[in-house]
């Protein structure tokens, strides 16, 4: 089956499924997050206090954990639903939200990997780099311009080999690889980057994928697909707006994407 | 006076009051909260500091305790808070948002509803179920399968009469009962559920009611159809736009809403 | 220049400069604040955990501290990020949210400012009257009837020389001064109080003017200017509709405001 079938069919999945995924996460997005998986058929919970977070995750079928507003406790709580995860084998996607931005967040990101086998690891070009070991630049929750010129789809193959799991690099083109296959997704709209939480929102939509499927390259891609298949469709109708518009758009889209948009709009390139 | 126009008369007098509502709630839904407490004539303030909560509630004239993402450092204040407002005489909503879902939700809310006597307490069926002492089988924040058979009314009664307050279960149709006094309502929209905090407001809403009501079956009644009417409204205007558009609808219909909307949209049965 | 072309040119500045504004502010409103910095131009960070705190401030080119949901954990990181950015010559912007409501925002708003000293402080009338040293009435987060009698030029011109810095109180005429200069801003309108955030928003937005430009009067009235004309322009598109548009036109607005929209929609008196 061609990647964009096999993504149709994962996100009818998702719908059917309903899957449970729990988010240790930011609260400068948190509520974009649960409304995005809502909107493309799971359900959230978000829950990160050391006494329940283990066992949250062992009721869901799938853990996001987003190091956006990490702190002291809930690190601890982000290791803990981590490691639950992994015994009983439910997917963990990890967002490395600011990766080589402080010493915090590269000691967490670090901790976390040696502890914690994630299904599915998503960033931007410089926290995957800070991942794969490189020297990065990142100027906060942005890829930097001196880390532009890293190449993604060597960037992730050696995320993806050194950590067993799927690497995915979100930008221009989008590259997602478990190691051996590598899809390209050149979809989205710039625009994606003026509202805050587009890229949480891309990890708990991964989150969702991953719950209600078990290849996670596919869930990957089809998560990231959708987010960027609604950045375009908010753009095609609000971009002229403004970003409050484009923002409630892409929650609109994500919540009417179809069959049809996956096959006819999305563009992909699998190797 | 029939039901809906003593909903309407309260819907007046939080205007005409302002309260302010203390909130004590989670990450996820507190900015739709506090939009939805000022587009319904209140004055929202967010507070959960141990060194402060108490103090906040006393100058307020209701406090929302809701569970969402409870932690060890805000379950605290949620009790200093409770018996704060209960010194004073302040209405406390409690929502106990996942009871049922995991030991530390089970054991706050207990812990809570030893120590503090609400005025309301609104949840879904499984967490009310739950609190009624029935085994529950809560899957994560929603109404588990398997809770539904359970009759709402016989769980509401039973809450009201164990806690001694207003018992509220939020849902196709609405259950609100003192133990005594029996209010159903049959208003709202299935795509309520397909955004997240739709539940949380309510509760700030019922916060909202009960601090400028004394009669705290009429204000939860009062709440839960304010958010069930902009639910149909906003649906009639945005439902096929998708979960974006329908979610600012709801806030636009809560600033909206008038005498006319309670009295003729209101379908009430009181018993 | 008069004041309104050095507004244009401070807004363009932060479009050129794109400053990084790292946030310690409150969970209510932070998905808003980092909408709004994105909308103007800037890139917000929002990082709060004393391990990383200060590391984050000295990669930015602002630092904005909101005491909105204060906590004793965050509070010494609000004092950190604010000591290394005095080191580091980073504008401060502090908004003592609720400050006059409870002991510890008072004590914090003393501490603060004691072991930090700001560029800009932004509050409303009865916050700043506190940091003045006159008793007030604050209601929550809302300037207390009994303190608008208070004259804002006496109470932020004392503030501004106590504290040696830029003091704006804003409400129907918004004041700012450096306890020399003297900005009055009558744009704005009455709805942006019925949306939580549009304090929290605009002093997020000063942080991006002062990253960008070192007149901090001129950045102070800027943004408050640009948060005043995207309440206009929102309600004159969405004010008939509800308090949900409203909202999400602000964000439009702000994304879209341009040199002639200061220019000449600008209502300001420089003395």
Redesign the interface.
């Known amino acids: 089956m061609d990647i964009l079938s096999s993504i149709a069919q994962a996100a009818q999945a998702v719908r059917d499924k309903v899957p ?1 995924v729990h988010h240790i996460t ?7 997050c ?2 995005a998986v ?2 493309i058929g799971a ?10 977070c283990a ?2 995750t062992a ?2 079928q799938a853990l996001v954990v987003n190091m ?6 809930t690190i601890q709580s982000m290791i803990a639903s981590g490691k639950r995860a992994n015994e009983l084998g439910i997917p963990v996607v990890f967002d490395p939200v ?1 990766a080589g ?5 590269n000691d967490t990101a670090k901790a976390f990997l040696e502890q914690v086998t994630p299904a599915v690891i998503r960033g931007n070009l410089s926290e995957v780099s800070f991942l794969a070991g490189l020297e990065v630049a990142t ?4 890829t930097a311009e001196a880390d532009a010129s890293n190449d993604p789809v060597a960037v992730a193959k050696t995320v993806a080999q050194k950590y067993g799991c799927v690497a995915a690099i979100t930008g221009a083109v989008d590259v997602i690889t478990d190691g051996t296959r590598l899809v390209k997704l050149a979809n989205g709209h710039p625009m994606l980057s ?4 587009t890229g949480c929102m891309t990890s708990g939509l991964t989150g969702a994928f991953c719950g209600a499927n078990s290849d996670y390259l596919v869930a990957a891609a089809g998560a990231i697909l959708s987010m960027s298949l609604a950045g375009e469709l908010s753009f095609a109708q609000y971009g002229e ?5 484009f ?10 994407l179809t069959e049809k948009d996956y096959l006819e709009r999305g563009n992909a390139d699998e190797t």
């Open positions: 449970l930011n609260y400068v997005t948190v509520n974009d649960a409304n809502l909107a359900s959230p919970i978000m829950s990160d206090d050391i006494g329940e066992d949250i009721i869901s956006g507003t990490l702190n002291q406790r600011g931005a402080s010493q915090l967040r100027k906060g929750v942005d003026k509202v805050t939480g707006v403004g970003t409050g518009h923002h409630m758009g892409i929650l609109d889209a994500l919540s009417k």
